[in-house]
């Protein structure tokens, strides 16, 4: 099975509501692997270079306000069509469209605190890997559904 990795972060809203425990469920849940975890707290630079294809947007400075008011939650999830699943996994940007069972669906109210964000391409989860782990690459995992006792292979 092709193995991919996802870029994955609790925002700081999240982080503060005890929410992580829950979005890591999920994703374990589903069937991903966690490849790199760290809480960390962004500096302002950092946030507008994950977010600098938005520069242009009217509420560039309020998001990187939002991604800077406390600690983040950075993760790596890999597993098979990684950035698709965990996409769909997360629900629409807006939570007011995010279906319920997603988790933007079940746990957030308003597009300017969405809880979680996920790369949106296999490029944009390696650019954001870089950012946020940088040299320390993040572990390749097995398919946890891969193996003697397992149904993949
Ligand atoms: P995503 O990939 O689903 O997170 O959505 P985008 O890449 O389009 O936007 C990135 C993030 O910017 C979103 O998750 C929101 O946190 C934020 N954002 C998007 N649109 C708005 C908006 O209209 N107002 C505010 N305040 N934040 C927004
Ligand atoms: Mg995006």
Known sequence: MQQEQTFVMVKPDGVRRG???????????????????ELLQ???????QHYGELRQKPFFGELVDYLTSGPVCAMVWQGEHAVENARALIGKTNPVEAAPGTIRGDYAMDIAGNIVHGSDSAASAAREIGLFFG???AAQRMDPYAGEFGHGG
């Open 19 to 37: 929410l992580i425990g829950s979005i890591v469920a999920r994703f374990e849940q589903k069937g991903f692997a966690l490849a790199a975890i």
């Open 42 to 48: 962004i500096d302002r630079e950092l946030a507008e």
């Open 135 to 137: 040299k320390h690459a």
